[in-house]
């Protein structure tokens, strides 16, 4: 029995194969970044919800904050796992609720934590920035997970 080492360029052709093909092919580092970037306010959000849980008990501002952490995150794993059918809806979401946020956060910061703290003042505002910028890339990266998906062998 002589050892033949398989070529790279081998079509798969058993469903064994094919999950070992699948698993080969990357997903873009860009929307790798933008996954990363959802499961972090993802993360985010329930430590908030948790949070206001311990302050104001249960209400619904923290399984507001639940249900929108359970959201971000399982849009990230469903991108990365390659079964969304695309990313523009997400991407568009994300960058509409991080300006509205961003919004509601300058209208209710208050001067005086700004003025104290001229640099951390304005920490606030990173957390919707970092949202948008997770749409932004997904919008970008939109073409490439797409390509990525239909090298997978799913349909568009």
Wanted: aromatic share 10%; net charge positive.
């Amino acid at each position: 029995m002589t050892f033949r080492p398989k070529p790279d360029h081998v079509t798969p052709k058993t469903s064994a194969d094919i999950v070992g093909f699948r698993k080969q092919i990357k997903c873009p580092l860009i929307i790798q970044f933008a996954a990363t970037l959802w499961i972090v306010y993802g993360m985010l959000l329930l430590l908030d919800g948790a949070l206001a849980m311990l302050i104001v008990g249960l209400s619904l501002l923290p399984i507001i904050r639940f249900l929108m952490a359970a959201v971000f995150i399982g849009i990230a794993i469903v991108a990365l796992r390659g079964d969304s059918r695309g990313l523009r809806g997400h991407a568009w979401g994300s960058i509409v609720l991080g300006w509205a946020q961003a919004l509601f956060t300058l209208i209710f910061l208050r001067p005086s934590e700004a003025e104290r703290l001229p640099l951390l003042g304005y920490t606030p505002l990173l957390i919707p920035l970092a949202l948008i910028v997770a749409g932004v890339l997904a919008l970008i990266g939109n073409n490439r997970y797409l390509n990525w998906r239909k090298k997978r062998g799913f349909c568009p």
